[in-house]
């Protein structure tokens, strides 16, 4: 379990990182550096086919010399709509809403817990990205927590929204990030033996 936890904190900052932040951000230099290497995927110390490994590096490869911004911008920001909105209360509400009432639970639990983090955008606590730097702080800080807050809160709805954003067209990297994150998502819930309840998507 101990390295789980450890992984969790590894690849959750890193995947968090990268549905986070834009990728002209200096904080991605090092994980953009990280995909360019040919070997990162057999460095990645989960357990997947090899035909997903081979979709989700041609993916990833195929895209570090587009324009990641481009990719960001449409996926994320808009104008337009969003092929796949990264927060979680977009699918759990009835209304497709942000700030729905399972962002209100997940505030509940970190309040409970008096968990506080400071997001450097104006950002909803269910975004993609920064549910997976939470995963990281808790198996680094509150491992007891880790169980509850993926249960409860972020595997409840994480692998649909990858699913739409894996169909997302023309966004190679996100959708090779997509992939790559549910294959991690699926190995921490195995390792962790985390039943996640059912739950009714709206979008």
Same mark, same amino acid.
């Given at each position: 379990m101990q390295n789980t936890f450890q992984q969790i904190s590894l690849y959750g900052r890193l995947l968090g990182a990268a549905f986070y932040y834009e990728p002209s951000d200096s904080c991605l230099a090092s994980i953009l550096d990280f995909f360019r290497q040919s070997t990162w995927a057999q460095e990645w110390e989960i357990e997947w086919d090899e035909k997903t490994r081979e979709k989700t590096t041609a993916l990833i490869a195929q895209s570090l010399n587009q324009d990641l911004n481009d990719q960001y911008q449409r996926l994320f920001i808009g104008p337009n709509e969003l $092929?796949? $909105? $990264?927060?979680?209360?977009?699918?759990?509400d009835p209304e497709c809403v942000i700030f729905g009432n399972s962002l209100l639970a997940l505030r509940d639990f970190l309040r409970h817990h008096q968990i506080s983090f400071q997001a450097e955008q104006d950002e909803p606590e269910d975004h993609i990205g920064l549910m997976l730097m939470l995963a990281a702080y808790l198996a680094e800080n509150r491992p007891h927590l880790v169980v509850e807050f993926l249960r409860e809160h972020f595997l409840t709805w994480a692998n649909h929204f990858l699913t739409q954003l894996a169909n997302a067209e023309n966004t190679p990297f996100y959708q090779g990030l997509a992939l790559l994150t549910a294959q991690t998502l699926q190995q921490w819930q195995a390792n962790l033996h985390i039943d996640v309840p059912n739950v009714r998507f709206y979008r």
């Open positions: $092929p796949a $909105p $990264p927060w979680g209360s977009v699918y759990l």
